[in-house]
């Protein structure tokens, strides 16, 4: 195959090619160089050298004109042009972060200066103010630096603070001022830590509950913020805040420092926050974890369980409530929207009621399999606990009212109802009461709500659907026009969980009827107006 081709295809690429004038010089030259005596060969240059040369040095002339038109011009130090760009554009980058680092680092400096001088003028106000309070109260100008006594728990070395005047009106009672105790000094051997000079100004033993953890302390400053603007900047209420854990100080400080009226701390048992030792461990494990795999909120959780049992059977056996005779109970995190012009407490009282309540909900069977057969079980062994005119008939359908009042014997199946726990106002008598602590179940809303229903009469049982309220997920917004024209209230009307088909409280409507602020569900006795709408109290 190769003889097909010229011999110059197989010549190397990097050969220095030849021209025809050249080989001729070159034949001429080596005749010419036959017949030269050797001495003289040294100096001589063949013609076709010469011309081999020229040509080579006119190759490499143009190979570096071409090299230097498509590569980097090189520069004294050896550097490329590219090499030089790169390197540039990496010490620009390196000094634009350094600045901006300097920058920033200045503007952090400059903004906790500022703010650490604004925050120490706003503390000297606020205690300049307290001092100027306090000494009014006492009618005498007292120093700032006396404002507190700082004391131990167990045995505060109070600073009396001056008695508010008192009226006789029923059975009131005033609580006593609690005294200062710093968060420095407390004795976290003690359950009780109690803080505040603040007097209260409701008349009634009542107290804001809530049971609370130290790492939800801003959701329980929004609560705080919340029930003290829309009620108790005017009544100065006291504070109970409750813990499985010991309070830190910054949650004692700042809680302390929103509320208007006293302040106390407690550490819950460990005998009221675990499992109790007669309970197989192995089980309780099981149940959760088919719970858990079941999707069911809660299902694995067992500090939840926990806070289920002491709000069912313990909270109202704390030292710490039993001066107090009523309790509202507030979570963190939740929101008022309506001023509240009246002493919710007072209220209460006057008009005989135990309970009271904002929203309705079914709950999930899955979390309370057995617990209405062992609460029939209970009624039905001990008829007498069962009030005369109960609400049976909201937490079981199609029940005869008239066989039960008649046998005492509760039938039927539970339909889920109940009161959602997170917002109660009640009396702690009947938690204490000897019915409802033989009752006592582990749980928390459905246990309350079937022990109301069917231990209190319907008339003892209050629906404040004047009260603006959201727990997420659930909301409810007073209907009429009045609490919004006022200025009372503010939230969007079309925000009602009353008549949300997850809602119990239309059935509730049914049966007791409604108060103002609720809205009746449409083509249901007494739920219409004239013209066939919703009607709205």
Not at 127 to 138: G, H, P, T
Not at 162 to 177: S, T
Not at 248 to 266: C, N, Q, R
Request: charged share 25%; glycine share 6%.
């Amino acid at each position: 195959m190769t003889g097909d081709f010229p011999r110059q295809f197989f010549v190397s690429i990097n050969d220095t090619p030849t021209s025809t004038s050249t080989t001729k010089d070159k034949d001429r030259d080596r005749d010419n160089l036959r017949n030269t005596p050797y001495s003289s060969r040294t100096n001589a240059t063949p013609n076709w050298l010469a011309t081999l040369a020229r040509e080579t040095k006119s190759s490499k002339s143009s190979k570096d004109k071409t090299s230097m038109d498509t590569t980097s011009y090189p520069r004294k130090d050896g550097s490329s042009a590219s090499s030089f760009l790169s390197m540039s554009l990496r010490l620009a980058a390196k000094r634009t972060i350094f600045r901006t680092i300097c920058i920033l680092t200045i503007f952090m400096l400059a903004y906790h200066l500022f703010a650490s001088v604004e925050l120490r003028d706003i503390r000297n106000i606020r205690e300049k103010y307290i001092s100027d309070v306090n000494a009014m109260k006492a009618g005498a100008a007292v120093p700032a630096a006396a404002e507190a006594t700082v004391a131990a728990p167990a045995a505060p070395a109070a600073v009396p603070s001056p008695e508010a005047p008192q009226k006789e009106h029923h059975d009131q009672v005033i609580p006593p001022a609690i005294p200062v105790v710093a968060a420095a000094s407390q004795d976290t051997s003690s359950p009780n830590h109690l803080s505040g000079s603040k007097v209260t100004v409701g008349k009634e033993k009542a107290t804001l509950l809530m049971l609370v953890r130290n790492r939800e302390l801003q959701k329980a400053l929004g609560s705080m913020r919340m029930i003290e603007d829309r009620f108790n900047r005017n009544y100065k209420y006291p504070w109970t805040f409750m813990n499985d854990k010991p309070f830190t100080e910054d949650f004692i400080k700042y809680t302390t420092g929103m509320a208007s009226g006293p302040v106390e701390y407690v550490v819950i048992p460990e005998s009221n926050w675990s499992v109790p030792s007669t309970l197989n461990s192995t089980v309780i494990e099981d149940g959760m974890k088919n719970l858990q795999n079941a999707g069911v909120i809660y299902g694995g959780s067992l500090s939840y369980r926990h806070m289920c049992r002491f709000n069912s059977g313990f909270f109202y056996e704390q030292e710490a409530l039993q001066k107090y005779s009523w309790y509202w109970r507030v979570e963190p995190g939740i929101e008022f929207y309506c001023d509240i012009t009246y002493d919710p407490f007072t209220y209460m009282r006057e008009n005989g009621k135990v309970y009271g309540w904002v929203i309705t909900m079914y709950e999930f069977l899955a979390t309370i399999p057995t617990l209405f057969h062992r609460t029939k079980e209970f009624v039905n062994a001990n008829p007498h606990v069962l009030a005369e005119d109960n609400s049976l008939n909201w937490i079981v359908d199609n029940v005869n009212m008239t066989k039960v009042k008649e046998e005492k014997k509760v039938e039927g199946e539970y339909n889920l109802c109940h009161f959602w726990s997170n917002f109660e106002i009640a009396s702690l008598d009947f938690y204490r009461s000897e019915v409802y602590r033989k009752y006592f179940q582990w749980g928390d809303a459905p246990v309350h709500s079937l022990a109301v229903s069917l231990f209190l009469p319907r008339s003892k049982v209050h629906h404040f659907s004047d009260f603006g309220y959201s727990h997420s997920p659930a909301a409810r917004c007073p209907q009429d026009d009045e609490s919004h024209t006022s200025g009372r209230c503010y939230c969007d009307r079309n925000t009602n969980f009353d008549l949300d088909s997850y809602s119990c409280t239309p059935r509730w409507f049914q049966i007791n009827g409604a108060g103002k602020g609720a809205r009746w569900p449409p083509g249901e006795a007494g739920g219409e107006g004239n013209n066939g709408e919703q009607k709205v109290l």
